[in-house]
């Protein structure tokens, strides 16, 4: 069955530091991958996506992600975190014979220290 | 990039009643999905909503409990039917964007049950 794992429920990190979040994923075919953030109290946003081609992806707001598909990881990165950076950050999975739907990880709340 | 508005953004119930929210897209759309994120939780599907025919459900989830609507291609509604306080959740609208190969996320209703 497909899956999508956060190992990391919670991660501090220093204003300014770097940042990368881990995400993992169970899925047979190529998988479309997408990071999206969630503010307190807000939707979510899509900060980046993966579907075919070069394995590193950029995003806004300074993010990154890289697809390495002998590792099934979609690691998401970025160089220094700001304070407006924290949030609860969810990897997902889309099904690309099921176009749409998507499979969420567990999710990682960042906290950010000044 | 698709323009989502959900209608209420939050809500308190009693329970034992009915509430439907409303999903309303910029422009035509082919998939519409409804997602449920429980409190502190991830975001599970719970149906895509067709346009034309009946919702398709996730394991898990019914129609006589969340009978969904979509008689456009730009509009889907979402009703929680009989609520109880574990129904106390953010609903929300996300559709896929074919051209742009990405999926967008409305702001969310937060309903709680009291």
């Known amino acids: 069955a497909q899956s999508v794992t956060q190992p990391d429920i919670h991660i501090t990190v220093s204003e300014g530091a770097s940042l990368e979040l881990r995400c993992n994923y169970s899925y047979g075919a190529t998988p479309y991958l997408f990071w999206y953030v969630q503010s307190p109290g807000q939707g979510l946003q899509l900060l980046l996506k993966?579907?075919?081609?070069?394995?590193l992806v950029q995003g806004i707001k300074g993010f990154e992600a890289e697809f390495k598909r002998s590792q099934s990881s979609f690691n998401l990165r970025k160089p220094s975190v700001h304070w407006s950076d924290a949030a609860e950050y969810f990897c997902?999975?889309?099904?690309?014979?099921?176009?749409?739907?998507?499979?969420f990880g567990q999710g990682t709340e960042l906290s950010v220290k000044p | 990039s698709a323009v989502i508005s959900q209608k209420p953004s939050r809500d308190i119930c009693q329970r034992g009643t009915s509430l439907t929210i409303q999903c309303q897209v910029d422009?035509?759309?082919?998939?519409m999905f409804w997602y449920r994120q429980q409190p502190g939780q991830s975001l599970t599907l719970i149906a895509t909503a067709n346009q034309g025919s009946e919702a398709t459900y996730e394991s898990g989830f019914v129609i006589d409990k969340f009978p969904i609507s979509r008689p456009n291609l730009t509009f889907s509604t979402l009703t929680v039917s009989n609520m109880s306080p574990e129904d106390s959740s953010i609903y929300l609208c996300?559709?896929?964007?074919?051209?742009?190969?990405?999926?967008?996320f409305g702001e969310g209703s937060w309903l709680t049950v009291v």
């Open positions: 422009s035509q759309v082919t998939m």
């Open positions: 996300s559709v896929e964007d074919v051209v742009g190969n990405t999926i967008y």
């Open positions: 997902a999975v889309g099904l690309s014979n099921q176009g749409g739907k998507l499979i």
């Open positions: 993966y579907f075919s081609g070069d394995t």
